[in-house]
């Protein structure tokens, strides 16, 4: 699950309420709060060198969060 701000400064809703509430619906460390970066923003093509590095970090722990499943897709 991806919470992904697509507007700067502090979003409208509760972020960590919507956390909580997804948690509930998936394993754990399975929802990952994407938040907003300038590059991405553009809607032009991605260059890596140009995402905030908070953003990058997110991008790393949404591909493990993925990848988790790798596995057990696997042994089906």
Do not use: C
């Amino acid at each position: 699950m991806v919470i992904n701000h697509i507007m700067p400064g502090e979003p409208n809703v509760a972020v960590k309420d919507l956390v909580r509430h997804f948690e509930q619906q998936v394993q754990p460390g399975r929802v990952v709060v994407m938040p907003w970066d300038r590059h991405i923003a553009a809607g032009t093509e991605i260059s890596l060198d140009l995402l905030d590095p908070i953003y990058k970090r997110k991008v790393l722990e949404l591909a493990a969060a993925l990848s988790d499943d790798f596995e057990r897709a696997g042994r089906r």
